[in-house]
């Protein structure tokens, strides 16, 4: 090899795309953890549904609900769940909890169409559901696609019906319509971000009259005659509702070589999955190891279920109640001396939009788990920046490890912008970076991720819990 080979090789970044010279057998692993966590995308679209499908899990690795424990003791594993929503996972270190705790925080809701509280109306023939968005979208990407409907409708009695119809084969689905381009003259001249408007975003429901021809709204009648047949509701239930509209889609394998996920939800579901495996298959860590899967995220946090409530804070004191050791200041103490990895999906590089990328401090896909040493837009604004201290005791445990990472920013300066959670732990006193998968098409109905960069994210979060910081 030439001399300036070597010293290349010797001095500059390594970037290789992680299938490069990689074994059949762990290959084999990849795809049969990918295959699992499809399953679990299938399961587990809403918030609601990760809780329930996470609790089981969680249960079946002998993790216990909090409130029922009364004290606590190394190696203990437990959970705790905040309105359905939220759920926070631990495992309890040998190291005395005033050392400090190690977090890594995901979350469960993902952007999608929710119903708006009185949301039926029928108009010319056809009954429609309206819509109000939640998290970013791009609107013209949910129309004309299978929409399926998930959540829960609580009678003013307190009794809960919860729905999800649209996923199996003999249900039928829901769609929202868009012009014909024949006709679509004005529409196509207006810009892509209005291309299709908030109000326009109305699902189609049913078009079937209610067989008396006196009345008039026959069409909502008949559809809110089979909703108070099916489900037992009337109109005046839908103030108290949460219903949620998905794409019907499955998750599934993407590309000739099986390398990719084509996926909803993915944003963050695929760092709360990695996450949790992780921290379902952890035993007898060094510090007590703490699973976040939040909720809210998606529209900035907030309310009780978000990550900006004091509930994770209540979570924590009460751990430190049961172990028999809080004091006055304690909680305060352990996050100062925490360590976290906000696990929130990267933007990946598209090389078809190449323009709004730095190539040079990008994600790539295939080539593991990425983090961001801050988020935030146009000169860091919002962002947590995590000390250079903290990344390089990260990049020691991957590089141990031999797990596989890139360091990105979420695209051009002047361009890219976007938070997770990660400042909210930090202004607690935690040292956080961002650390998750590169994710093709974030927020669209179907996303896609590298089969390589979710295993790789499942051992870094392993070896972060397994190692004591
Ligand atoms: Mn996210
Ligand atoms: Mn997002």
């Not at 970044?13 to 699992?36: A, L, V």
Request: with cysteine; glycine share 8%; hydrophobic share 35%.
């Amino acid at each position: 090899m030439k001399k300036s080979e070597e010293l290349k090789q010797q001095l500059f970044k390594q970037e290789k795309c992680g299938w490069q010279g990689i074994s059949e057998e762990r290959k084999t692993e990849i795809f049969t953890y990918c295959d699992q966590y499809m399953q679990y995308l299938n399961h587990s679209k809403t918030e609601r549904e990760i809780v329930k499908t996470s609790k089981q899990m969680a249960e079946e690795k002998g993790f216990k609900d909090l409130t029922t424990i009364k004290q606590l003791k190394a190696g203990d594993k437990i959970y705790y769940i905040n309105h359905e929503k939220s759920m926070y996972l631990a495992v309890i270190g040998k190291n005395p909890i005033e050392k400090g705790i190690q977090i890594i925080g995901a979350h469960a809701d993902s952007p999608r169409l929710d119903l708006k509280p009185n949301p039926l109306y029928e108009d010319t023939g056809f009954a429609y559901f309206k819509t109000h968005y939640y998290g970013g979208i791009k609107k013209y990407q949910w129309t004309t696609i299978p929409l399926a409907i998930h959540g829960v409708i609580v009678k003013a009695n307190g009794e809960k019906v919860e729905i999800c119809i649209g996923e199996n084969e003999d249900e039928p689905i829901f769609t929202i319509t868009d012009l014909l381009p024949h006709l679509a003259q004005e529409q196509m001249e207006r810009k892509l971000k209005e291309g299709i408007k908030g109000e326009e975003l109305n699902l189609l429901i049913g078009s079937m009259p209610f067989p008396e021809k006196e009345v008039s709204e026959t069409v909502k009648l008949n559809i809110m005659n089979i909703l108070n047949q099916k489900y037992g509701i009337i109109e005046q239930d839908f103030v108290s509702a949460e219903l949620e509209l998905v794409p019907a889609f499955k998750a599934r394998t993407l590309g000739f070589d099986g390398s990719m996920v084509a996926a909803y939800g993915q944003d963050d579901k695929v760092c709360v999955y990695t996450a949790l495996t992780a921290i379902l298959s952890l035993e007898k860590p060094t510090t007590t190891a703490v699973c976040i899967i939040s909720d809210k995220e998606e529209i900035g946090s907030m309310g009780n279920t978000g990550m900006e409530s004091h509930v994770f804070d209540t979570f924590i004191a009460e751990i430190l109640n049961k172990l028999g050791v809080n004091s006055p200041n304690l909680l305060d103490k352990v996050f100062c001396n925490s360590k976290m990895l906000s696990a929130d999906v990267d933007a990946g590089y598209d090389p078809i939009y190449a323009q709004v990328h730095d190539k040079h401090n990008s994600g790539y896909l295939g080539r593991g788990i990425g983090m961001n040493k801050y988020t935030g837009a146009r000169g860091k604004t919002g962002a947590s920046d995590a000390n250079a201290e903290y990344v390089a005791k990260i990049r020691q445990i991957f590089e141990k490890e031999k797990i596989q990472y890139e360091v990105a920013e979420l695209g051009k300066v002047d361009t890219g912008g976007g938070g997770t959670i990660a400042y909210i732990l930090a202004n607690k006193g935690v040292d956080v970076i961002d650390c998750g998968v590169p994710v093709l098409s974030m927020h669209a109905p179907y996303e896609v991720t590298s089969k390589f960069d979710i295993y790789e994210a499942y051992r870094a979060y392993t070896a972060f819990w397994k190692e004591e910081i």
